[in-house]
């Protein structure tokens, strides 16, 4: 009886906790997403730019598709971060392979060098390499803008390559090469398909890093070729008009897009750095 | 007897090769990402603390003189001290606190889920860190504005309708919003990879599920805690778009700061005597945020 009555206790115990647990999470998600909510709802209103919209329209979602400056925008955004997030892939992938078979003293200097960019914020390091190019060219370009781009990515392919090469046991790759297997061979079939997902959630991160960034760009980007954040920001600076709205809702609906892609290639455990 | 020997001294042969072939192409193909990263990364971030160190004169190039005047000028002047220097460190603290906060309710709440319920909240979560930090300001912006929603609520439920855009808690708002996914995410891994056993353990000995969650779970998840509030106040002390999109120039960090001597002011040397302490300043704290943590831990085994 005593026991029955205690369970019954424990039981409306644990009924009651996670309801405050769930409205507590609840308004913690709500406060994540609000942004993107009132982004897209306000790419929705006909006239002026409030949220909620008062009269529902499509007619800024459509414009937002034919306004050249911010199309050419997320072209430049989309180029610089193909590019940059490839670079910085391939550049990480010795580095992150050759660093195992190092000597911890070395591998430890090695890598603190190509984690570097992470310790300094962003917008100095922007300020640094802008100085720099523009004593030496006079000028910033797209390839300065890259330039950025890769050094600021790099880290992420590096990180995630190395955690992946831990695993891995040398014993397979000197297996290949034993038999007879060129280094070049050894790598495309053995290392290569086993570090796969360490590569893909590398490029990954280095791609959203260079597409979402902001600090580097306002100081690297040339006049004529500006990506899409700095397009937004000057807009904002100036203009409210729903039509910019509509334009960054197009750009969450490509995130989203992304987002959904990485979960069907290599699964969102990328993030949240659960093992598959 | 002499198969096993050829067979050995194959292997050995064999693993000898390896090693010199994999070393080979290891040490030529990490010299061009090497010799990158030293030119387009060292070079200038050792230039910019020359550039520091020089004098600054209005239509010039700054020279080089081994001065200190700027760091001085920084670190004297009541004004830079109040206004960048304890508005960022203030704010970056704060923020990186509350999206702990924030962050953790959320981390746990999808940790314990089933895992073929966490995938869309996940996804939601992911999906706000891959959205531009200048469109999530922008989305902020119209809600909080004057007449926006927020005030709009607050008018309804009888609350002042202060004003929270252009203000330092409009900053702080968005620096919690930007951190908060980067706590999130790391976090949901780290929780979800808690054995249950060791809380089921835990109530079997009457632990009741604060006491379960004090004793066991917050402790194993010390390490995503570790790493979300780094990533969150290293972002945050950097800040930039934040300040200058939120701020309206009134709130003033380092980091806007350092953009606006360099960008709009012309002054190289004083932007970068700023950068360079904010580089330090936030190692700094950095070192000793873990310094503390990894002794808090030692004493708590």
């Given at each position: 009886m005593a026991a029955a009555s205690h369970n019954l206790n424990r039981s409306t115990f644990r009924l009651r906790l996670p309801t405050g647990l769930e409205i507590a999470a609840f308004c913690s998600f709500i406060f994540v997403v609000a942004p993107l909510i009132v982004v897209a709802g306000s790419a929705l209103n006909a006239d002026s730019m409030t949220f909620p919209p008062r009269s529902l329209s499509l007619k800024w979602m459509v414009m937002a598709l034919t306004e050249g400056s911010f199309v050419n925008g997320a072209m430049v955004s989309l180029v610089v971060a193909l590019v940059s997030a490839s670079v910085s892939t391939l550049f990480a992938l010795p580095v992150a392979l050759v660093l195992r078979r190092m000597s911890p003293a070395v591998g430890r200097v090695l890598t603190l060098s190509f984690m570097g960019p992470l310790l300094v914020p962003s917008v100095i390091f922007a300020l640094a390499l802008y100085q720099v190019m523009m004593y030496i060219f006079g000028l910033t370009n797209l390839f300065v803008l890259m330039i950025g781009h890769i050094i600021i990515t790099m880290p992420y392919p590096v990180r995630t390559i190395t955690a992946v090469t831990e695993n891995l046991d040398p014993a397979l790759e000197d297996a290949a090469s034993s038999i007879g297997a060129t280094p070049w061979r050894t790598f495309l079939s053995i290392t290569l398909p086993l570090i796969k997902p360490g590569v893909i959630a590398g490029f990954l991160f280095a791609f959203i890093t260079s597409w979402n960034d902001f600090s580097v760009s306002i100081f690297l980007t040339p006049r004529e070729l500006q990506p899409l954040p700095i397009k937004i920001y000057e807009y904002l600076l100036y203009q409210y008009r729903p039509i910019i709205a509509a334009v960054s809702t197009w750009s969450v609906i490509g995130s989203a897009i992304i987002v959904i892609a990485i979960d069907r290639l290599v699964g969102l455990n990328v993030f949240t750095g659960r093992r598959a | 007897m002499s198969a096993t020997q050829s067979l050995q001294r194959t292997e050995i042969r064999g693993r000898g090769l390896g090693v010199n072939a994999g070393e080979l192409l290891g040490r030529s193909s990490v010299f061009l990402p090497f010799v990158f990263v030293v030119v387009f990364f060292f070079i200038p971030m050792g230039w910019l603390v020359a550039t520091s160190l020089s004098t600054h004169e209005i239509g010039s190039p700054p020279e080089f003189t081994g001065t200190l005047e700027h760091y001085a000028r920084f670190w004297t002047d009541p004004f830079y001290l109040e206004t960048a220097l304890w508005t960022t460190i203030k704010l970056s603290v704060l923020s990186t606190v509350f999206a702990l906060l924030i962050g953790y309710v959320l981390a746990y709440y999808i940790a314990e889920l089933p895992p073929q319920r966490r995938g869309l909240i996940t996804s939601m979560v992911v999906v706000s860190l891959a959205v531009n930090i200048v469109i999530r300001i922008f989305g902020l912006n119209v809600l909080l504005m004057n007449g926006g929603l927020v005030h709009s609520v607050f008018g309804l439920i009888g609350m002042p309708r202060i004003?929270?855009?252009?203000?330092e808690l409009g900053v702080l708002i968005g620096l919690i919003q930007i951190a908060v996914p980067y706590v999130v995410l790391p976090l949901i891994g780290v929780i979800a990879a808690i054995d249950p056993a060791l809380k089921e353990a835990a109530a079997s000995v009457g632990a009741n599920r604060y006491r379960t969650f004090w004793a066991v779970t917050f402790p194993l998840s010390l390490p995503g805690v570790v790493a979300g509030t780094l990533i969150a106040f290293t972002l945050n002390a950097a800040a930039f778009a934040i300040p200058a999109l939120m701020g309206g120039g009134r709130v003033r960090m380092m980091g806007m700061m350092a953009y606006e001597q360099a960008a709009?002011?012309?002054n190289f040397p004083f932007a970068a005597a700023i950068g360079i302490s904010l580089t330090i300043l936030s190692l700094l704290i950095t070192a000793i945020y873990l310094f503390v943590v990894s002794r808090t831990f030692r004493t708590l085994r």
């Amino acid at each position: 009886m005593a026991a029955a009555s205690h369970n019954l206790n424990r039981s409306t115990f644990r009924l009651r906790l996670p309801t405050g647990l769930e409205i507590a999470a609840f308004c913690s998600f709500i406060f994540v997403v609000a942004p993107l909510i009132v982004v897209a709802g306000s790419a929705l209103n006909a006239d002026s730019m409030t949220f909620p919209p008062r009269s529902l329209s499509l007619k800024w979602m459509v414009m937002a598709l034919t306004e050249g400056s911010f199309v050419n925008g997320a072209m430049v955004s989309l180029v610089v971060a193909l590019v940059s997030a490839s670079v910085s892939t391939l550049f990480a992938l010795p580095v992150a392979l050759v660093l195992r078979r190092m000597s911890p003293a070395v591998g430890r200097v090695l890598t603190l060098s190509f984690m570097g960019p992470l310790l300094v914020p962003s917008v100095i390091f922007a300020l640094a390499l802008y100085q720099v190019m523009m004593y030496i060219f006079g000028l910033t370009n797209l390839f300065v803008l890259m330039i950025g781009h890769i050094i600021i990515t790099m880290p992420y392919p590096v990180r995630t390559i190395t955690a992946v090469t831990e695993n891995l046991d040398p014993a397979l790759e000197d297996a290949a090469s034993s038999i007879g297997a060129t280094p070049w061979r050894t790598f495309l079939s053995i290392t290569l398909p086993l570090i796969k997902p360490g590569v893909i959630a590398g490029f990954l991160f280095a791609f959203i890093t260079s597409w979402n960034d902001f600090s580097v760009s306002i100081f690297l980007t040339p006049r004529e070729l500006q990506p899409l954040p700095i397009k937004i920001y000057e807009y904002l600076l100036y203009q409210y008009r729903p039509i910019i709205a509509a334009v960054s809702t197009w750009s969450v609906i490509g995130s989203a897009i992304i987002v959904i892609a990485i979960d069907r290639l290599v699964g969102l455990n990328v993030f949240t750095g659960r093992r598959a | 007897m002499s198969a096993t020997q050829s067979l050995q001294r194959t292997e050995i042969r064999g693993r000898g090769l390896g090693v010199n072939a994999g070393e080979l192409l290891g040490r030529s193909s990490v010299f061009l990402p090497f010799v990158f990263v030293v030119v387009f990364f060292f070079i200038p971030m050792g230039w910019l603390v020359a550039t520091s160190l020089s004098t600054h004169e209005i239509g010039s190039p700054p020279e080089f003189t081994g001065t200190l005047e700027h760091y001085a000028r920084f670190w004297t002047d009541p004004f830079y001290l109040e206004t960048a220097l304890w508005t960022t460190i203030k704010l970056s603290v704060l923020s990186t606190v509350f999206a702990l906060l924030i962050g953790y309710v959320l981390a746990y709440y999808i940790a314990e889920l089933p895992p073929q319920r966490r995938g869309l909240i996940t996804s939601m979560v992911v999906v706000s860190l891959a959205v531009n930090i200048v469109i999530r300001i922008f989305g902020l912006n119209v809600l909080l504005m004057n007449g926006g929603l927020v005030h709009s609520v607050f008018g309804l439920i009888g609350m002042p309708r202060i004003r929270i855009m252009y203000t330092e808690l409009g900053v702080l708002i968005g620096l919690i919003q930007i951190a908060v996914p980067y706590v999130v995410l790391p976090l949901i891994g780290v929780i979800a990879a808690i054995d249950p056993a060791l809380k089921e353990a835990a109530a079997s000995v009457g632990a009741n599920r604060y006491r379960t969650f004090w004793a066991v779970t917050f402790p194993l998840s010390l390490p995503g805690v570790v790493a979300g509030t780094l990533i969150a106040f290293t972002l945050n002390a950097a800040a930039f778009a934040i300040p200058a999109l939120m701020g309206g120039g009134r709130v003033r960090m380092m980091g806007m700061m350092a953009y606006e001597q360099a960008a709009i002011q012309g002054n190289f040397p004083f932007a970068a005597a700023i950068g360079i302490s904010l580089t330090i300043l936030s190692l700094l704290i950095t070192a000793i945020y873990l310094f503390v943590v990894s002794r808090t831990f030692r004493t708590l085994r």
